[in-house]
């Protein structure tokens, strides 16, 4: 079965530092990646997802990077904001596993 | 477009009693997946339907839990009877197709006293 391990568990950063979270995954045949933002007491919410043919997808503040040789995706959070405070989510390609997730926490 | 329906948005019951929860998914939309949600913990999936056929329900305890879809369309869930342990938000989403982007409905959540 695929499986996908995220780093790390807990990150701190400030206001306006950026945060890189980072998924490794076993599947060659994956082909999809996406990632989940779930703040407190909400749903997920798909943030940003990136297909094998494309090595960096950008969105504003966020991006996201394929590193197909190594088998790892990153998530990138630039000029990071107290509403970035949230538990983030790479499951696998079929979505069976989330993990436990990156809870980060932006201080102002 | 209007997005994932789930009622009830909260359920408390007692322990040995039976619960059910409905879903109803984006129109169009082929997959759906419950999910389990533990305080603290990530959504852990329990069934996905394709249409109205099951893809994966490995980690379903089939001993209280039941799922359908049907007509390919809303789903329900159900326990009985429930454990304390079955306290959680159950999640469910809904996708064009599977490895594309999910959208959440706002779960349920299930007190077991």
């Known amino acids: 079965g695929e499986n996908v391990e995220q780093h790390p568990s807990t990150l701190s950063v400030q206001e306006g530092d950026s945060a890189v979270i980072k998924c490794t995954y076993s599947d060659s045949a994956s082909n999809y990646f996406p990632w989940y933002k779930q703040e407190l007491g909400k749903r997920p919410q798909l943030i940003i997802d990136?297909?094998?043919?494309?090595g960096e997808k950008k969105d504003q503040r966020i991006a996201v990077t394929l590193n197909k040789t190594a088998k790892h995706f990153s998530l990138h959070i630039t000029e990071t904001q107290p509403e970035d405070s949230a538990v983030y989510f790479c499951p696998d390609r079929r979505a069976l596993t989330f993990g436990s997730g990156t809870r980060l926490q932006v201080q102002p | 477009e209007a997005g994932v329906a789930q009622s009830p948005r909260y359920k408390i019951i007692e322990k040995r009693q039976s619960v059910a929860f409905w879903c109803n998914p984006i129109?169009?939309?082929?997959?759906l997946y419950w999910y389990q949600q533990i305080l603290g913990q990530g959504p852990k999936l329990l069934i996905q339907f394709q249409n109205n056929g099951v893809v994966d329900d490995s980690q379903l305890p089939k001993d209280r839990f039941s799922a359908e879809r049907l007509k390919g369309v809303d789903s329900t869930l159900k326990i009985q009877p429930a454990k304390l342990e079955d306290s959680a938000v159950y999640l469910c989403a809904s996708s064009p197709t599977t490895a594309y982007e999910q959208y959440f409905g706002p779960g349920t959540r299930l007190t077991v006293t």
């Open positions: 129109s169009g939309h082929a997959t």
């Open positions: 990136i297909r094998s043919n494309v």
